[in-house]
C-alpha cells in the first residue's frame, strides 16, 4: 500500500472524481457495432475529439432514471489565468442539468482544470477553475495495482451564480484502489474493471466508486447519481 499526497493552491476554481478498469477482449474487431466502437488506446480514459459515451442514470433519492452522455467537443487553450494549458472540453448531461469540463491529458493521469455546471433550462449554475487542477483519473502504474491509496489537497475560487457569491474553497479526496480486474456486467457488456473509491470531504463531501475499462473509459458509478454505460464511440487520437 503506497501513499502519496498533492497539495495544490488555490485560484480560481471547479470540483469532481475517478477510477480504473480494463476490456479483457482488447480492441474490438471491425464488425463492432457503431455504438459501441473501442479506443485503439490501452487507456484507462481514452480522451480523443468526438469520442462519445452514453449511460443509463438513476436518481438514488427521487427514482427517476434516463439516458444521459458525455461527448468530446474540442481540444482548446484554456486562456486567462491558465493560458497556455490545452485540454479536451467535456460536455456531459445529468438528471438535474449539465456540466461542461475541460480535461488534460498529461499521460498517466487525467486532471480536470475547470468545470461549469448548469441546470435542465442552461442556465449556468456555478463555475470552477481548479488550481493547479483536479485529479480525474490516475493511470501511474503505483496507482493502479490492489490496496494503493493516496489524497488529494486542492482549492479553486468558486463562482456560485446562483447565490452571487464568490470565494475560495478547499477539497480533500482520498483515493483508494478496492479491486483489480473485477467483473462487471452493464448494458453495453463485461468488462474486467479496476474499481476505485473516491471519498472527498471539505467544501463539499462524496462518496464515489468509478469502474473504467482499458480502450472504454467509465463503465459504471456508483454514488449521487449512479449510471452504467449503454454505448460508446471512441475516435483514434489525432
Same mark, same amino acid.
Given at each position: ?7 495544490? #493552491?488555490? /485560484?480560481?476554481?471547479? *470540483? ?5 478498469? @480494463? $476490456?479483457?477482449?482488447? &480492441? #474490438?474487431? /471491425?464488425?463492432?457495432? *457503431? ?5 485503439? @488506446? $490501452?487507456?484507462?480514459? &481514452? ?28 481540444l482548446e487553450d484554456l486562456g486567462g489565468s491558465k493560458a497556455g494549458i490545452k485540454a479536451f472540453r467535456v460536455r456531459s448531461s445529468t438528471l438535474t442539468g449539465s456540466t461542461v469540463n475541460w480535461q488534460q491529458d498529461l499521460t498517466t493521469s487525467v486532471v480536470r482544470q475547470r468545470e461549469q455546471f448548469f441546470d435542465l433550462a442552461g442556465s449556468m449554475q456555478s463555475d470552477y477553475i481548479f ?108
Amino acid at each position: 500500500m503506497k501513499k502519496k499526497s498533492r497539495t495544490f #493552491a488555490m /485560484m480560481a476554481g471547479a *470540483t469532481v472524481a475517478l477510477s480504473a478498469c @480494463s $476490456n479483457p477482449a482488447g &480492441p #474490438a474487431p /471491425m464488425d463492432t457495432p *457503431t455504438d459501441r466502437v473501442p479506443s485503439s @488506446s $490501452n487507456r484507462y480514459l &481514452p480522451l480523443s475529439l468526438g469520442a462519445k459515451w452514453t449511460y443509463h442514470a438513476t436518481d438514488p433519492t427521487s427514482g427517476a432514471s434516463g439516458e444521459t452522455y458525455s461527448t468530446v467537443e474540442a481540444l482548446e487553450d484554456l486562456g486567462g489565468s491558465k493560458a497556455g494549458i490545452k485540454a479536451f472540453r467535456v460536455r456531459s448531461s445529468t438528471l438535474t442539468g449539465s456540466t461542461v469540463n475541460w480535461q488534460q491529458d498529461l499521460t498517466t493521469s487525467v486532471v480536470r482544470q475547470r468545470e461549469q455546471f448548469f441546470d435542465l433550462a442552461g442556465s449556468m449554475q456555478s463555475d470552477y477553475i481548479f488550481e493547479p487542477d483536479r485529479l480525474r483519473l490516475d493511470e501511474s502504474p503505483e496507482h493502479l495495482v490492489l490496496g494503493a491509496t493516496w489524497t488529494e489537497n486542492h482549492g479553486a475560487n468558486l463562482d456560485d451564480l446562483v447565490n452571487r457569491i464568490q470565494k475560495p474553497v478547499t477539497f480533500t479526496a482520498v483515493w483508494t484502489v478496492e479491486a483489480v480486474d473485477e467483473p462487471v456486467t452493464v448494458p453495453a457488456g463485461t468488462f474486467s474493471c479496476l474499481r476505485v473509491r473516491r471519498v472527498q470531504t471539505g467544501f463539499a463531501s462524496s462518496d464515489e466508486m468509478h469502474y473504467f475499462a482499458r480502450h472504454i473509459g467509465q463503465v459504471k458509478q456508483a454514488g449521487p447519481e449512479p449510471k452504467e454505460l449503454t454505448s460508446y464511440s471512441i475516435p483514434p487520437a489525432n
